[in-house]
Nanobody, 121 residues
Framework: QVQLRETGGGLVQAGGSLRLSCAGSEYTVGSYAMGWFRQAPGKEREFVAAIIWLSNMIYADSVKGRFTISKNHAEKTVTLTMNSLKTEDTAVYYC???????????????WGQGTQVTVSS
């Protein structure tokens, strides 16, 4: 059974940076699409970024130029590096895996438990 585990969330001031990591199996990280989604209180879960293979990446418009998604096959992790954080980036961030790269949550069938990111003003 595929398991994903997110780490790296926390509290940061606006303008700061955080790095989230998602640990999976070597097969999962190497073969499947890996995505990051987030959900703020009272809002629906929204797409943030996704990657498949090493260089096929997509981003939500709201994070383009600020967030970077990357894979580390040796460490079996997918990392979301978040720079220039804004208060509106505050949410629980989830890692997910699916058969194809997509911006839709329904295309991802395995999810981590989530990690809280809070950006203060």
């Amino acid at each position: 059974q595929v398991q994903l585990r997110e780490t790296g969330g926390g509290l940061v001031q606006a303008g700061g940076s955080l790095r989230l990591s998602c640990a999976g199996s070597e097969y999962t990280v190497g073969s499947y699409a890996m995505g990051w989604f987030r959900q703020a209180p009272g809002k629906e879960r929204e797409f943030v970024a996704a990657i498949i293979w090493l260089s096929n990446m997509i981003y939500a418009d709201s994070v383009k130029g600020r967030f970077t998604i990357s894979k580390n096959h040796a460490e079996k992790t997918v990392t979301l590096t978040m720079n220039s954080l804004k208060t509106e980036d505050t949410a629980v961030y989830y890692c997910a895996t699916g058969a194809r790269i997509s911006t839709y949550a329904k295309d991802y069938n395995t999810w981590g438990q989530g990690t809280q990111v809070t950006v203060s003003s």
